[in-house]
């Protein structure tokens, strides 16, 4: 089993920055895309960000041109910077990362317990 590790998360006042990192560790593998998704009160899950082995990246339309994804194959890490922070993206941010134990082996997804990010006007 894979862990995903969290950090990053915190208050901020609007139009300030965070930097979510998360680090992917355990029985891997590879590694195939990995992405950020949040929780907003009373909002269903969404995706906001998610990057491909390859670094090919796609994101929300709320959060295109303020959000970055990148990540780091070496560490099995994925960093999500958020820049002009709004009030609308309070919410609990999750990683995801989909994997294998072997080169032809199943995948697997695993995520991460979450982090609080609150942004106050």
């Known amino acids: 089993q894979a862990q995903l590790v969290e950090s990053g998360g915190g208050l901020v006042q609007a139009g300030g920055s965070l930097r979510l990192s998360c680090a992917a560790s355990?029985?891997?593998?590879?590694?195939?895309?990995m992405g950020w998704y949040r929780r907003a009160p009373g909002k269903q899950r969404e995706l906001v960000a998610v990057?491909?082995?390859?670094?090919?990246?796609n994101y929300a339309d709320s959060v295109k041109g303020r959000f970055a994804i990148s990540r780091d194959n070496a560490k099995n890490t994925v960093i999500l910077q958020m820049n002009s922070l709004k009030p609308e993206d309070t919410a609990v941010y999750y990683c995801?990362?989909?994997?294998?134990?072997?080169?032809?082996?199943?995948?697997?997804?695993?995520w991460g317990q979450g982090t609080q990010v609150t942004v106050s006007s």
């Open positions: 355990g029985s891997i593998f590879m590694i195939d895309a």
């Open positions: 990057i491909t082995s390859g670094g090919s990246a």
């Open positions: 995801n990362a989909g994997y294998r134990t072997m080169a032809w082996g199943r995948s697997y997804s695993t």
